[in-house]
């Protein structure tokens, strides 16, 4: 079993080497094969060369992906899905976190056992449990973001899920492949913040048995400033719920769709790569 690592990056270079460094201490310490896949999604910066040093000094395995110019987040976590299913096997599991070095690596092992012990589908790093803590986020970002939580959990709910934007998450890749294979291209149609809860309102047709493992966050240990733009975020927010709140699909029966001839399989295609 393989543990890949996503980490979508734009100009992180700063926060390369103490998130590496972090990595390295996680494979020693645990019993997993850590890959990271990382991609780079146009930055200016020398984020892609960093991450290639530091993973040769430190032995860490590293695939990068290259964007010739940035396409935003949701463009970055859709190569990583479509890399992580070229490259995986069944029994790997594929973990997205953020690459600014605010979101604990080390939680893994928890996500992780945790997961196998219940056989979830996906662990996520939640700031809504007991033992959770936010360090050094300003009021307004965590007042947003508590904000949604409760809209979604009363407009939207997904069974077993309070932190509905956090990317901080862990997959097994037996449902990564049924999201690919009942979504297609059009598992990922949002570009920024807003994909991660746009992916977690698709799942929600599939049922995936969910858990959420209490995060300590730590704001205070980036480097750089937000790339986030609040205001456009909050918007694409409130389209993804109107979207979820007017769609009117048919009703889903995984293991009916699943177990039939006809159903073929549609993959990710991965986009402006080198």
């Known amino acids: 079993m393989s543990l890949f690592v996503l980490l979508p990056a734009y100009n992180e270079q700063e926060s390369i080497r103490p998130l590496f460094k972090k990595f390295q201490v996680l494979q020693e310490i645990s019993n997993m094969e850590i890959r990271l896949i990382l991609v780079d999604d146009g930055s200016r910066d020398r984020t ?13 395995s ?20 479509a890399t992580f299913l ?41 700031r809504y449990r007991k ?28 069974p077993g899920v309070r932190d509905y934007t956090c990317g901080y998450r862990l997959y097994n890749r037996t449902f990564v492949s049924k999201l690919d294979m009942y979504y297609g291209e059009s ?6 913040f807003a994909c991660m809860i746009d992916l977690l309102l698709k799942a929600k047709p599939l049922k995936p048995k969910i858990i959420e493992i209490p995060m300590v966050l730590r704001y205070d240990q980036k480097p750089s400033a937000s790339k986030m733009k609040v205001l456009k975020t909050i918007t694409r927010t409130l389209n993804v719920l109107f979207k979820n709140l007017s769609s009117t699909g048919q009703s889903y029966n995984s293991d009916q769709a699943f177990n039939q001839q006809e159903t073929a399989r549609i993959p990710l295609k991965i986009t402006n790569r080198k």
């Not at 069944?90 to 939680?107: I, R, S, V, W, Y």
């Not at 007042?143 to 709910?157: D, V």
């Open 131 to 158: 033992g959770s803590k936010v360090i050094g986020l300003g009021t307004f970002r965590e007042i947003m973001s508590y904000g949604a939580s409760w809209l979604f959990r009363i407009a939207a709910r997904v």
């Open 48 to 60: 892609a060369q960093t991450a290639l040093e530091e993973s040769q000094s430190l032995g860490i």
């Open 187 to 192: 598992l990922f149609t949002e570009s920024g």
């Open 62 to 81: 590293l695939k990068l992906v290259q964007h010739p110019k940035n396409a935003g987040l949701g463009q970055a976590i859709k190569t990583g899905f």
């Open 86 to 126: 070229e490259i995986s096997k069944e029994g790997d599991f594929l973990a997205a976190m953020d690459c600014d070095n605010t979101q604990p690596p080390e939680l893994l092992i928890k996500m992780y056992e945790t997961m196998i012990a219940g056989s979830y589908d996906i662990a996520i790093a939640s």
